[in-house]
């Protein structure tokens, strides 16, 4: 019992380490009365023999928004309601009395409930401290109050912003375990919001009580820590992303400017800087889009389902700049056994060595030709032929395979992380 005040008032621990190391000195009761510390103690928990206080929790959320990405944070705002009962509350009245005021709270044992995720948390006091306390004649005490919250929540974003998130709000006894205290939520409404709230980015698909009951190490001495079973309660929100502003800021861009890209296949073969300058100004565009993702989100280890997303538009535009690169090699070929065959052709007709007038070192298989007059004009031309028909046929099969490809891994793409990851996810907390 000694232990159980001591711990309850929250003194310096090193102070009663002597008492908590030594149990059966602490739970004589003799001794613990006539010790001057207990003349202090004002506030008692109001058990009943040794058996638990029972507290009864709930709430209401008034409002919840100002989702921080960046700082993995929300703020919330709610209606806090907990009943316990307390023996020396009892009173003849048949009516409820009300308590408004703040000095009778501050006089009175409340329970040590604390918010185990909030970063920050304020008591509301305009126009006089929200709150509220009604007794009724058995001593049964329901107090509400008004909190505002700032929670931490660990995003996952490997989703992101296909993704749907968990928070939660913790509550636990500062110092009571659960043989002291034992909080549960209200056998009905335990948790309930209002359903008003509107989150620009987020659709709340549920907002659930849950227990998150644990063994916490609380009053650390130098040489010894106690563990005990803590009640803890969880308001669990589920909430998923609503894919609308990404679509219209990040997917539908970038497949613009990817199936612009794709223009290049029709524009003239020999038009060479038309369709780099396209290819570049698609790529350079995609980059610029790229940076705007990555504003207003934390730079987490992994990869999110947008960068996936993005990285896969970025190679489809590369593509398109290497395949422009097949076929200008192809053009250029074709080029040359024009240009031979031409020359060739005005070489025999004036008795000049057609060799001569190539001075491009590049082209390896013409070499061989140059000093050959083996090689038949008919023959060059046809050369000719052939690469460039090579070259359509590259285009040609691009005008298919780029935007075939380009649906193809738009299904995949869209069906794992819409389906799969879903399907996926929903079974993963069950098992
Ligand atoms: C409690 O303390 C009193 C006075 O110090 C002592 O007489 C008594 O034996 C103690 N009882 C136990 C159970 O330790
Ligand atoms: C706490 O209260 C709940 C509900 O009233 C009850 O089911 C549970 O057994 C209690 N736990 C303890 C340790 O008394
Ligand atoms: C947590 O504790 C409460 C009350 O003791 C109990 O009703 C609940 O089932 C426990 N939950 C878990 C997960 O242990
Ligand atoms: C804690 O442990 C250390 C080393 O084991 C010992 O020197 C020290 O006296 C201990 N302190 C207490 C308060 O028992």
Redesign the pocket.
């Known amino acids: 019992m000694m232990n159980l005040v001591l711990i309850g008032f929250g003194l310096s621990l090193l102070f009663f380490?002597e008492f908590i190391?030594g149990s059966e000195v602490a739970q004589n009761q003799s001794l613990m009365s006539t010790h001057p510390i207990y003349k202090l103690i004002r506030k008692k928990i109001p058990r009943v023999g040794n058996a638990p206080l029972d507290v009864k929790f709930g709430f209401y959320i008034e409002s919840l928004g100002n989702f921080r990405s960046n700082e993995m944070a929300f703020d919330v705002d709610m209606y806090l309601y907990m009943s316990w009962t307390d023996a020396a509350m009892e009173h003849d009245d048949e009516e409820y009395v009300l308590i408004n005021d703040k000095t009778v709270l501050e006089n009175m044992w409340v329970p040590d409930l604390y918010f185990a995720n909030a970063r920050t948390a304020y008591f509301h006091d305009v126009t006089v401290p929200n709150f509220n306390m009604f007794i009724n004649k058995d001593g049964v005490i329901a107090y509400g109050t008004r909190v505002t919250l700032t929670v931490a929540c660990n995003l996952v974003l490997k989703n992101y912003p296909l993704d749907s998130q968990t928070c939660s709000i913790k509550i636990i006894s500062y110092a009571h375990v659960i043989p002291m205290m034992n909080v549960t939520w209200f056998n009905e409404g335990a948790v309930r919001f209002n359903a008003e709230i509107g989150l620009p980015e987020f659709k709340i698909m549920s907002i659930r009580p849950a227990y998150c009951n644990g063994t916490f190490h609380y009053t650390i001495?130098?040489?010894?820590s106690r563990v005990g079973e803590f009640s803890c309660l969880m308001g669990l929100i589920e909430l998923e992303r609503a894919i609308g502003y990404h679509l219209v800021q990040s997917y539908l861009p970038n497949a613009a400017i990817v199936i612009i890209s794709w223009v290049s296949f029709w524009i003239d073969r020999r038009a060479v800087p038309a369709r780099v300058s396209l290819s570049f100004t698609c790529l350079l565009t995609l980059s610029t889009q790229g940076n705007g993702l990555r504003y207003a989100l934390p730079p987490v280890a992994y990869s999110k389902a947008i960068d996936h997303w993005f990285g896969v538009c970025m190679l489809f535009i590369f593509g398109v700049l290497l395949e422009f690169a097949l076929v200008n090699s192809y053009m250029r070929r074709a080029n040359k056994y024009n240009n031979l065959a031409q020359s060739m052709r005005w070489s025999t007709s004036h008795g000049y060595h057609p060799g001569e007038t190539d001075t491009d070192t590049e082209d390896g298989p013409l070499r061989r030709h140059k000093l050959g007059s083996y090689v038949s004009q008919p023959e060059l031309v046809y050369k000719a032929m052939f690469f460039n028909r090579r070259a359509l046929a590259v285009d040609q099969i691009s005008r298919v395979a780029f935007p075939g490809g380009f649906a193809c891994f738009n299904f995949m793409y869209w069906y794992y992380y819409l389906y799969y990851s879903v399907v996926t996810k929903t079974i993963d907390p069950e098992s």
């Open positions: 380490s190391s001495t130098e040489n010894s």
